[in-house]
């Protein structure tokens, strides 16, 4: 198995610009997670979708943030417009929940908002 | 790449060492706590787990402890290599498929 594919790995963009995260997750895996990575505020869980649909978004900061999953597969984190205080490393997650193990990170996306 | 907090504690070991890491849990609830390696540029790695049944976890040169009654949690590794320099996380499971993390702690081996 590749594990979790996130893309693209790094993202350099201006403030204000529309910026769309990409996250494949570990196949028959049902649930994904999106983290937030700071320095200051360290990892924060954004938003966590089940069998496709969002359970829990309370971590998502504003409503420039967005996230979608429209099959299981494939999901996206959009911010727009985006600030440089969005500037971190995020990183997509997946797990198969009710079963063994736990939740397998992807390698995250670095971006950058000047 | 810088991935983790400025004010992050830092345990420093000689190679050969071995090392202990310790994390205090917040919910007397939590039923699954997981230890996670991240190493620079990356995203955070599994390295073992441990249900709330059990006090005792061993793999493979790791042993993860967990005293339920003054909610803490340790990550052993024996005898530490160049390889094992990282930050380290505890993360908690108490609500469904969410896990709550800790802060880290860096683990910083000298040759």
């Known amino acids: 198995d590749a594990g979790v594919i996130q893309s693209p790995r790094h993202e350099v963009t201006e403030m204000g610009q529309e910026v769309t995260l990409r996250c494949k997750p570990i196949?028959?895996?049902?649930?994904l997670f999106w983290y937030r990575q700071t320095m200051m505020r360290g990892l924060e869980l954004l938003i966590y979708f089940n069998n496709n649909v969002p359970i829990d978004d309370s971590g998502m900061p504003e409503d420039r943030f967005s996230a979608k999953m429209p099959n299981a597969s494939f999901s996206t984190l959009k911010i727009q417009p985006s600030e440089p205080r969005d500037s971190a490393v995020y990183f997509c997650?997946?797990?198969?929940?009710?079963?063994?193990?736990?939740?397998?990170f992807g390698p995250g996306t670095r971006l950058l908002v000047l | 790449g810088e991935s983790v907090g400025l004010h992050l504690p830092t345990l420093s070991v000689q190679e050969g060492d071995n090392s202990i890491i310790n994390c205090a849990y917040s919910n007397s609830a939590s039923d699954y706590f997981i230890w996670y390696k991240q190493e620079s540029g990356k995203g955070p790695q599994f390295i073992i787990d441990i249900r709330s049944n059990m006090d005792k976890r061993q793999g493979q040169r790791v042993t993860v402890l967990l005293n339920k009654t003054v909610k803490h949690l340790s990550l052993q590794i024996a005898a530490t290599q160049p390889g094992d320099s990282a930050v380290y996380f505890c993360?908690?499971?108490?609500?469904?498929?969410?896990?709550?993390f800790g802060g880290g702690t860096r683990l910083m081996v000298k040759p």
């Open positions: 997650a997946s797990w198969l929940a009710g079963g063994l193990g736990t939740q397998y």
């Open positions: 196949s028959g895996h049902n649930s």
């Open positions: 993360a908690e499971n108490n609500a469904g498929n969410m896990l709550t």
